[in-house]
């Protein structure tokens, strides 16, 4: 629990200063080069989830979010595993990023645009969250794979 609760609430953190730091230090429509063409920050901002799939569904993303969130706070009482922690502390922190975004950003509650900055080559713009929550589905591929179940012990395969 300590660890998914560490993880989780870095990710969250790092998520909105990043965020914060985009929004006044980057103008949008105005890339920055960071990592010649294959970084770049570019400040847009996302109505819907990933790659703008679901714009004017924003209410919709955010109920599925917030379900995920708490969904995650509840099957967290049984983590057995750091490789489940970690995953499940990088879903949560991320989520809960793209949450407060979706609450408390313009243009109104549960219709608020994500803050999104980093860009590479032939990919969607995305921030941290986005990349938490894709860390997360990897890590719980990988332990799913590995025959290690939630509570920490394995699967023993016939």
């Known amino acids: 629990m300590v660890l998914f ?5 870095l990710i ?16 949008p429509g105005e890339p920055v080069n ?22 004017g ?8 979010q917030i379900i995920v969130a708490v969904g995650v706070i509840y099957l967290s009482r049984r983590l057995g595993s750091v490789g ?34 980093l860009q590479t080559p032939h990919w969607a713009i995305f921030n941290v969250a986005d990349m938490a929550v894709t860390s997360a589905a990897i890590l719980l591929v990988i332990q799913t794979l590995r025959g290690i179940k939630l509570d920490g012990t394995r699967e023993i395969r016939k």
Do not use: C, M
């Open 84 to 117: 489940w922690a970690v995953a499940f502390g990088f879903l949560f922190g991320g989520a809960v990023g793209n949450i407060i975004d979706r609450i408390f950003r313009e243009p109104s509650p549960f219709h608020g645009h994500v803050v999104d900055f």
């Open 34 to 55: 960071v990592i010649g063409t294959f970084l770049k920050f570019n400040l847009i901002r996302n109505s819907g989830a990933a790659f703008s799939l679901g714009t």
């Open 12 to 27: 969250l953190f790092l998520d909105q200063l990043t965020k914060a730091l985009a929004l006044e230090h980057l103008t």
């Open 57 to 64: 569904y924003t209410p919709v993303i955010s109920a599925v």
């Open 5 to 9: 609760g560490g993880v989780g609430l």
